[in-house]
């Protein structure tokens, strides 16, 4: 699919740069200042770990696919909260660098964010999909340094041109949800757009980013489907076009969804004792399947170590799914967040087709970033939440998409009426 990328030189009246239509000549920053602005965590810990600076080392092309981004806006996940209280820390800490399993060398500083939108500036040599000037969006491994600074490096490979009719907060909003919800639907739940269309799936948790993305995606597939949420997000969740929404303050939420026809599978965001009554609600030996987005692997490797923690998710997950597949030949899956920039392609197309929306509940300007982190842990999100890394003067762009994006929902909800 990355084979058919087109190169894009766009202008970028937007964000105030020239576009480089030279390959070989660099707009690199690297090369006229050696810092940056950034958030960043010297430990684990609450919110009072992160800290503001300025004297951040530049991210450097160290590869020839690798691009440099100019961050223009980047979102908060729940990944985020956790990773800076130390989720994941061990296995990523040797992702990042395997030999770190011999020694007891720091991580840090880290620098959190796992979506972001931006301009590229610069480009290693065998970089063929993009060039300096094009706007583009992506979702950052969680091994890598995040999006909460000014500039990001990331393989060509994990990177997307952007949507045309999203500004950078809009798109800011998509990849990480949408890469998540992609792996789990696709790898774990064996859906795609031609396979769809007869298929009932259920989703736990729909009002929040992953949760309103896969709605969409799912819709856009033709699939029906049910969504579990409160009653105060119930109007969000139907004008992205839930076909059936239950209310899980209101009674018992297994009892309400026994009372309709069984799911051909369901996506766990939620957890917790989830589980114990989703997996009821497929149909047994039909194929169906359960992916669970909330699984203890990396939670398991941070209290038991590497190997022992490893061992101890596989031995979980193999035995969940024996257990299920011999009980009512129902499929037992982990789902998994997995960047990918030609499935954001896919992604895109679906966006400037007017087929997904952007869910953003709030924003904020990069000062308050741990406002932002406040507002993500709270919870019970209606979408995601936005930081503003470079606050652009552009009212009149951002009207432009307003309007574009005002015609565009007007033209889906005359859909969903119509059907």
């Not at 789990?184 to 309103?212: E, Q």
Request: glycine share 10%; with cysteine; hydrophobic share 40%.
């Amino acid at each position: 699919m990355a084979s058919t990328r087109l190169l894009s030189f766009k202008s970028l009246a937007k964000t105030g740069c020239s576009v480089c239509l030279r390959r070989n000549v660099s707009s690199s920053p690297s090369r006229l200042q050696s810092c940056m602005s950034a958030w960043v965590i010297d430990q684990y810990g609450t919110n009072g770990v992160l800290r503001y600076s300025e004297e951040i080392s530049m991210p450097l092309i160290n590869a020839a696919s690798e691009v440099m981004i100019k961050v223009h806006a980047a979102s908060l996940n729940p990944l985020d909260v956790a990773m800076r209280d130390g989720y994941g820390a061990k296995l990523l800490k040797l992702r990042r660098d395997p030999l770190s399993v011999m020694d007891d060398g720091s991580e840090f500083p880290l620098i959190l964010g796992r979506d972001v939108s931006g301009v590229v500036v610069d480009c290693g040599s065998g970089v063929t999909h993009f060039a300096p000037g094009d706007e583009v969006w992506a979702a950052v491994p969680p091994w890598k340094q995040g999006s909460l600074a000014e500039y990001v490096t990331l393989t060509e490979y994990e990177v997307s041109l952007k949507p045309s009719l999203l500004s950078h907060i809009e798109a800011a909003s998509i990849p990480y949800v949408a890469s998540t919800a992609l792996s789990a639907l696709i790898s774990g739940g064996g859906l795609c757009r031609d396979s769809s269309s007869d298929k009932r799936v259920l989703i736990t948790g729909g009002s929040g980013g992953v949760g309103t993305f896969a709605l969409q995606l799912l819709k856009a597939w033709g699939a029906h489907v049910t969504v579990t949420c409160s009653q105060n997000a119930e109007g969000l969740v139907r004008g992205l076009g839930a076909d059936e929404v239950v209310d899980y303050t209101v009674g018992d939420v297994d009892e309400q969804l026994q009372m309709m026809e069984k799911f051909d599978v369901v996506l766990d965001s939620v957890g917790g004792d989830t589980e114990q009554w989703a997996i009821g609600l497929l149909k047994p030996w039909s194929g169906a399947k359960y992916v669970t987005l909330v699984t203890p692997l990396l939670v398991n490797v941070d209290s038991m170590g590497v190997l022992d923690g490893l061992l101890q998710a596989g031995l979980t997950v193999h035995n969940k799914a024996i257990q299920n597949m011999l009980s009512s030949g129902i499929f037992y899956r982990w789902g998994f967040y997995a960047p990918d920039g030609p499935a954001l392609d896919e992604v895109c197309r679906l966006v400037d087709a007017g087929k997904i929306l952007p869910v953003v509940e709030a924003q904020f300007p990069f000062t308050q970033v741990p406002q932002a982190f406040q507002k993500v842990e709270q919870g019970h999100a209606r979408g995601k939440t936005v930081v503003r890394v470079m606050e652009e003067d552009n009212r009149q762009a951002e009207e432009l998409v307003q309007v574009k994006w005002s015609k565009s929902a007007e033209s889906q909800q005359e859909t969903i009426k119509q059907n």
